[in-house]
C-alpha cells in the first residue's frame, strides 16, 4: 500500500539516457502471446453471438449462448490460448501469418474472458429461472464487447480492472 | 426480421462506441489554466493538484514529469510505456516515471484515475497541468508537450511554472 519504489523508473538524464528501454513488464509477467489470436478469437465469438441474437429466446439460442459461455470459461480456467478458437488460431490461422512484431500479456486477454463469462454466464442463469429475454440482452451486451475487441482492439482489462480493484480495495 | 434489425442496431451502437472511444484515447486533456495557476502559487500538497517527487519515488524533470500509471493487465501500457521513455529521452528536462497501480492506490483515488494507462502530465513544481487518458502514441505526447511548452496556456506554462510572479 504504502510502497513508495515505483514499479519502474526512467528518469531521463540530459542527453545520456538510453534511447529506449524495453517495456519491462512484473518480474514474475509470463510469456507473451501472440496479439492476433485474442482478437481472432473475438470475432469468431462475435458471429456466435449474432447467430444468438438470430435465434432469438428459443432454446437453440439459449444452447449456443452456453456453447458461448463455455468458451469463455475455458479462457478463464487455461488461458486464451486453452480456448476452442485459440487452438484454431494456432493450428490454422497463425501458420498463415507473418511472426508477430510484438507480444501481449496473456493476463489482460485472460481478464477479458472473465467478464465475458460473467456477462453470459448471468444470462444463462437468467434464462434457466424462466426470464427467456436475458438471453438476447447478455447476447447483446457480449456482443458490443466482443466487437469493440475484434475490430477496435479495445482493451477490456484497461477499462474495467481498475475500477475492479478499487472496489476491493474499499471492502 | 426484427432480429436483423437487432443485430444491426447491436453493431452499430458497437461501432459508435468504438470510434468515440478510439477517438478520445490518448488525448491529452489540460487542467483548467486557473486551477495551475492557483496551484503555483499556493505551495499545499497532498491534494489533487499537485504531486510531490517523494510520492512518486522519483526526482521530477527539470520542466516536465510524465507519471504513468499502469497495471499488468494492460497491453497498450507497454507501447506507451516505449512511446514516453523515448519523448524523454529526446526532450531535455523532460522524465517519465512509471508507477503501478495496485501499489500506488492512494495516488489512484486522489487523482481519479479510472482506466490505465493514465498519465498526469506535471510540471517542475509538481504542479499537474494535465493528463492522458488511455494508450498514449508519439503524437499525442508531443502534443502534450507542445500545449505545455510553449507557455501559450498561462497557467500552464511548464519551463519555469508562473512562479513566482
Known amino acids: ?171 | 426480421m426484427g432480429r436483423v434489425l437487432l443485430v444491426v442496431a447491436v453493431l452499430v451502437l458497437a461501432t459508435g462506441l468504438g470510434l468515440w472511444w478510439r477517438a478520445r484515447n490518448g488525448r491529452f486533456t489540460a487542467v483548467d489554466p486557473r486551477v495551475v495557476a492557483d496551484a503555483e502559487h499556493t505551495p499545499t500538497t497532498g491534494d489533487e493538484t499537485r504531486l510531490t517527487a517523494a510520492e512518486i519515488g522519483a526526482p521530477l524533470g527539470s520542466r516536465v514529469t510524465f507519471v504513468q500509471m499502469s497495471s499488468a493487465v494492460c497491453t497498450p501500457c507497454r507501447r506507451t510505456h516505449a512511446v514516453l521513455t523515448q519523448v524523454a529521452a529526446e526532450h531535455e528536462g523532460v522524465s517519465h516515471v512509471e508507477l503501478d497501480v495496485e501499489e500506488h492506490l492512494d495516488l489512484v483515488r486522489r487523482f481519479h484515475v479510472m482506466r490505465t494507462p493514465t498519465t498526469l502530465l506535471v510540471d517542475a513544481h509538481g504542479v499537474v497541468v494535465g493528463r492522458l487518458s488511455g494508450a498514449t502514441d508519439r503524437r499525442h505526447a508531443l502534443a502534450a508537450l507542445a500545449s505545455c511548452l510553449d507557455g501559450s496556456n498561462p497557467g500552464g506554462s511548464c519551463p519555469d511554472g508562473v512562479l513566482p510572479r
Open chain 1, 1 to 171: 500500500m504504502s510502497e513508495p519504489v515505483p514499479s519502474t523508473v526512467t528518469p531521463s538524464a540530459p542527453a545520456s539516457a538510453p534511447a529506449s528501454a524495453p517495456a519491462s513488464g512484473p518480474a514474475s509477467a509470463p510469456a507473451g502471446i501472440d496479439p492476433r489470436g485474442p482478437r481472432f478469437g473475438a470475432a469468431l465469438t462475435a458471429v456466435l453471438l449474432v447467430g444468438v441474437l438470430l435465434l432469438g429466446t428459443s432454446a437453440a439460442a439459449t444452447a449456443l449462448l452456453a456453447v458461448v459461455a463455455a468458451g469463455f470459461a475455458l479462457g478463464v480456467a487455461f488461458g486464451v490460448g486453452g480456448t476452442w478458437q485459440g487452438v484454431l488460431f494456432r493450428k490454422v490461422v497463425r501458420p498463415r501469418l507473418a511472426p508477430p512484431t510484438e507480444l501481449e500479456d496473456p493476463r489482460p486477454p485472460r481478464f477479458a474472458q472473465l467478464v465475458g463469462l460473467v456477462v453470459t454466464g448471468v444470462g444463462l442463469v437468467l434464462a434457466l429461472v424462466g426470464v427467456s429475454a436475458a438471453v438476447p440482452v447478455a447476447a447483446a451486451f457480449a456482443l458490443v464487447a466482443a466487437f469493440l475487441n475484434a475490430v477496435f482492439g479495445l482493451c477490456l482489462g484497461c477499462e474495467l480492472y481498475l475500477l475492479g480493484v478499487r472496489l476491493r480495495a474499499r471492502a
